[in-house]
């Protein structure tokens, strides 16, 4: 079994940053694109960053000088440093794991973690 864990979730003023993380254990894996997720309340999921094996970066529109995805692949891990935060950037934020173990797609997800922007 493989399993993502988000981290760093929490209450912030506007203006403010946080940190998350979101770590991946088990056994017969290796994390190639890593996905971060936004989900504000009552609207659909959408992509915020993506980091590749290769190095490449993807940001969404509305993140862009704001946000920094980074890994470190000898912790299974991938972060998002949010700064400048927006009472719009409130919601869930979910990682997503892509298996470059396999020639198949294969991804793994997290459960969440909750973060709320006060104006």
């Known amino acids: 079994q493989v399993q993502l864990v988000e981290s760093g979730g929490g209450l912030v003023q506007a203006g403010g940053s946080l940190r998350l993380s979101c770590a991946a254990s088990?056994?017969?894996?290796?994390?190639?694109?890593w996905e971060w997720y936004h989900q504000a309340p009552g609207k659909q999921r959408e992509l915020v960053g993506r980091?590749?094996?290769?190095?490449?970066?993807y940001y969404a529109d509305s993140v862009k000088g704001r946000f920094g995805i980074s890994r470190d692949n000898a912790k299974n891990t991938v972060y998002l440093q949010m700064n400048g935060l927006k009472p719009e950037d409130t919601g869930v934020y979910y990682c997503?794991?892509?298996?470059?173990?396999?020639?198949?797609?294969?991804?793994?997800w997290g459960k969440g973690t909750l973060v709320t922007v006060s104006s």
């Open positions: 997503k794991g892509n298996d470059a173990l396999v020639y198949y797609d294969l991804d793994y």
């Open positions: 980091i590749t094996d290769t190095g490449s970066i």
């Open positions: 088990g056994s017969n894996f290796r994390i190639g694109t």
